[in-house]
């Protein structure tokens, strides 16, 4: 999710033209706003997620399955957002792969159909593509050595800003659930609109091998940066505790993010 109102504009309610509302599971609403032939999510006048830019959503895919090496493979997606992530994994996975979207608020899904059916509606029709109404978390706590790559953008990061269940997904036994679904040599990549050392710390315990690559928060910026972290699960499926060296911080150019 694209935290755009806190760095190109300050999108408010009142200077957009509300075009829907979603109760989100557990509390809280989530508003549809449009501004002009640009389009916002919005969670407490905060943009989670917006049409203007969203290259570093598209990265979340893209140096994913960069790094794995392999384009065949079974890829779990967890939050829909616009769609973003989920088209940049179709464009960069082959057509062999298998993609599992997991999106917990109804409405998202109905507004990729609807008001958003041209910005991802397509995604949604890919053969390769099946979608769960579920809790992410859930899901992937019930699944053993399943996916190839699982790729979160579920919040503003480790932290729950917009709902506090999903700091479940970033506790130490979250990310051990995260372990065990995937498969040996897999990648657990997660969007956030920080860094976290302590989070890094984290993924290194749990046995992740793990890079830590900047994003610029918007093309063009240069003092604002949002973060995706590479975790591997060894391809020998041991357990890589106390991992001496920390993670190699990479900075990503916005123009070289999509291929």
């Not at 694209?2 to 504009?9: K, L, V, W």
């Not at 269940?165 to 609109?193: E, Q, V």
């Amino acid at each position: 999710m694209s935290r755009q109102g806190n760095t190109q504009r300050t999108a408010t309610q009142s200077s957009g033209e509300l075009i829907d509302s979603g109760d989100i599971p557990g509390g809280g609403t989530l508003h549809l706003l449009r501004y002009g032939d640009e389009y916002s999510i919005q969670f407490r006048g905060d943009e989670l997620m917006g049409s203007r830019d969203y290259s570093s959503e598209q990265a979340l895919a893209t140096i994913a399955c960069d790094r794995l090496g392999n384009t065949d493979g079974r890829v779990l997606i967890g939050g829909f957002g616009m769609g973003f992530t989920l088209g940049a994994a179709l464009a960069a996975w082959s057509s062999a792969s298998v993609f599992v979207v997991v999106e917990l608020i109804p409405k998202v899904l109905e507004w990729a159909k609807g008001p958003l059916a041209d910005i991802s509606g397509q995604h949604l029709r890919d053969p390769r593509v099946s979608v769960r109404l579920a809790d992410v978390h859930d899901v992937i706590a019930a699944a053993s050595d399943e996916f190839d790559a699982i790729l979160l953008d579920v919040d503003n990061g480790p932290d729950g800003f917009i709902r506090p269940h999903n700091d479940r997904l970033y506790s130490a036994w979250g990310l051990r659930d995260a372990y065990g679904a995937l498969r040996s040599g897999g990648m657990l990549a997660i969007w956030s609109a920080y860094s976290d050392a302590n989070f890094v710390e984290m993924l290194e315990t749990t046995g992740f091998e793990v890079d830590e690559v900047r994003i610029p928060a918007f093309r063009g910026c240069e003092d604002e940066w949002h973060t995706i972290w590479l975790a591997r699960k060894p391809a020998t499926g041991g357990r890589s505790l106390n991992v001496p060296s920390g993670p190699k911080a990479i900075v990503v150019a916005g123009e070289d993010l999509i291929g």
